[in-house]
């Protein structure tokens, strides 16, 4: 009798550690990614010398000035275009109004810097545009007339206008979209015209939405560095770069880190709040019925059709024409062995990060589909924090705890085994394809989340009553189920991380280049057209998630109004 | 060894959200027996269930299986290892898998050609025969259902958890498949406890009903006695229709009321106010040309082979009587009828007097 009392006993012990597996492993990695954000804001609190006294006084406010001069020349250029168009196509009869709804998405696909690489090859001195000017006019040298410089703040504020502003087109689209059609009806028959409507009915429930793509904008804004160090617009992150690497001061970089957090949690919070509105604006009601267009005749109509050509114009093809010719011209300058191996690095870094990103996210998920609790809760949101931490910002967060741990370890191993490991982490790859995953493991985690989601929990009781393990439910029966999901959650963060620059040109091994730094290189040194051919590659590249976006918009409201239509669904509801 | 008990919830206390889901619930089920947890939404029973399959902690109490502690504080045997089966509402099968898959899912340890043998009779034994090599979509909802019940009854559990089974089935359908479920479950001996708001249901296939509210069960008894012998005004208030009529107690057997001296075996002897209240219910009321008392039509539901009155007598108090469908009376005639009532259901009134219960399920 005691004998059984003492082996059920340890045993009990052991299930209930086992079924904890899942939320601990969830809690540490959530802990590991949290590791940059918790050591930028250590370091704000923990210095002690008065560097803070000297940034105040010499560079910080030239910084400053320069990311909020950015900031609102970008927020206010994305919100006119994202905005605008946005309600054309959705509320407006035109030529192209289908084609363009999806035209729209496509800057989505260029980096900041490369559409900047672009237009400055285009629109310089020696370019195409004012050569081409030149010779019709018949001047001589740049004193004979007069072009904006396209290396500046404006430039950049332009440049990053023209391809983040499909942030603010895509929600403002959905909100708009979603809107309860009585809503607009009513404020029809009450006698308001469609412009008193749109500012009125429309963009008011459509505020929250904006101000998401807006957030969202802002953060890619303050990410940038290819854009701003080409263009020499000292902004923070120009200033990390400066500080830190030029002058070699790591705690005075960390220190403009933070005051980037403040903007960082700024536009998160302006995002949580904006997120959480979002809900009352749009109500449920009547969002499936079709929305009243407009259509337009005569000078509207051109004026519409202008006001989408544009962005597409500018934001996409006139670089992707620019670059293609830049391409053709300087191929077999560009096609070198070495080039190659820049590709297979990008591949090699961004499926490992993706895999790895993938791998962490179906834990966190799982982990909170297992178990609901306080604690993972705040764990997830924690661990998806790293999307808003722009990439110089997460370098020094990543820097600082690896280059101690290395330390130790090196001189532990040097004291007692008399051996040196130099640099495990922080010297190597480890270290760029980490910072990958802090950034981007929010949009792997929200498409697990929410292919998850889409399965009934009682699915998950069905298999375990069968007799199935939580780890053998998931792979035997949630992951056929969303396999679409977690491919898209592999290809966007891949995508995503052949593009990323900052972190990557900080935390890369010497003598390492992806694409990416390939491209920027290649520029910095006034070598454009050598590096066209990267810069296309990773145009076409961040092509593949922004096609799939345009496959999935396309039709959320048409599927609505379909399965509104067939009975035995409205029937099961009711 | 035979046990007296096969499945043992002892007490239990778990937390679901914010608040107690269930809160010192306890009741025993004996071997081959079907019991019902029967409960508005929210009362909790859903939970219990969640517990009883291992995928709810406890605060308190003991959950037993076969006389083995499966659920304690701080201890949780997993689900896959109770050997439970459990049948869901939405039926929750694999939708990539085909239906003898799905059978065959909870059999994996078996032998291929057993297996196959399991799933072979199983389908047989629901009708399902034609149907193994179609996926989920292809199906019916009652052929879902039964192919959810299959795939439950597969790996032979020692208990059948069941989760609302029928609510997502059309009337005609959910009342054909309980009687079949009750059957088959009866024929295999398999012990099951299923939970569900829906009182019919309950009792197609209960042989007993636990009545649950805010986490507990307030009443644990057969249908039949749940109905005629509710033990509290909830319970009564729940099941079936009925209203209550003030009465003065005179003597051991018997009530006054307005609508006469009303007879009858008191179920409450412990129960010694004066003033109670009766419950009539709508069989209690017969339609009779010579009955004592008369009433007006207020209201009439037609239900096919009866139909339901609500009469209001001259007092303003309120009955429901079940007429048989060929006496068609129109709102606003005077009909009579009479009271048989052997069995006297009285309550302590109510500070706020309850007049009727006309909440009729759907």
Known sequence: MGAIAVESSSKMRRLSHSMDRWTLSSILLSVLVALPVLTVISLAFGSTSDIWQHLLSTSLPHYLRNTLCLMLGVGVAVCLLGISTAWLVTMCRFPGRKLFEWLLLLPLAMPAYVIAYAYTDFLEYAGVVQGGLRGLFGWQSARDYWFPEVRSLGGAIVFMGFVLYPYVYLLTRAAFLEQS????????????????????????????????GLALALMETLNDFGTVDYFAVETLTVGIFDVWLGMGNLAGGAQIAVVMMCFV?????????????????????????????????GYKRMAAMGACVVPVLFGFFVPVLVLGELAWVYFDESWTPAFRTYVLNSCLLSSAAALIALSVAIVIAYARRLQSGRVLKIATRIASLGYALPGAVLAVGIIVPFAAFDNALDAWMRAYLGISTGLLLSGTVTAVVFAYVVRFLAIALGQVEASLEKISPSMDMAARTLGYRASET???FHAPLMRGGLFTALMIVFVDCMKELPATLILRPFNFDTLATHVYEFASDEMLGEAALGSLTIVTVGLLPVLLLTRMIGNTREQGLRRAKRPELAESVT | MSIEYLLE?????????????VEGLSFHARPGSLTCLLGPSGCGKTTALRAIAGFQTLEKGEIRIEGQCVSTPGYLLPPERR??????????????????DNVAAGLRHQHDNLRRQTVRGLLERMDLSALGERFPHELSGGQQQRVALARALAPRPRLLLMDEPFSNLDLDLRERLGVEVHDLLKEHGITAVMVTHDQYD???LGDEVGIMSQGNILQWDTPYNVYHEPTSRFVADFIGNGVF???????????????GDIQGTLDRPALTAAVVDVLIRPDDVLPDSDGPISARVSRKAFKGADIMYTLTLPSGTTLL?????HDNFAVGDHVRVRLNVDHLVVFPIEKTVTESMTSSPA
């Not at chain 1, 449920?284 to 337009?296: G, Q, V």
């Open chain 1, 181 to 212: 059609v009585s809503m607009i009806e009513a404020s029809r028959v009450l006698g308001r015209g469609a412009w008193s409507t749109f500012f009125s009915v429309s963009l008011p429930s459509a505020r929250p939405a904006i101000a998401v």
């Open chain 1, 265 to 297: 949690i700024a536009l998160i919070t302006l995002e949580g709040i904006s997120r959480r509105h979002q809900r009352y604006y749009q109500p449920a009601s009547s969002r499936l019925k079709k929305l009243p267009t407009y259509p337009l005749v």
């Open chain 1, 474 to 476: 998931f792979v035997r």
């Open chain 2, 9 to 21: 919830v002892d007490d239990i206390t778990c937390r679901y959200g914010q608040g107690r889901a």
């Open chain 2, 83 to 100: 050997q439970v089966g459990m049948v869901f509402q939405d039926h929750a099968l694999f939708p990539h898998l085909k239906v003898a």
């Open chain 2, 202 to 204: 309950a009792f197609v």
């Open chain 2, 245 to 259: 009529v003030r009465g003065t107690r005179i003597g051991e057997r018997a009530v006054n009321t307005e609508l």
């Open chain 2, 321 to 325: 009587s079940m007429f048989p469908s």
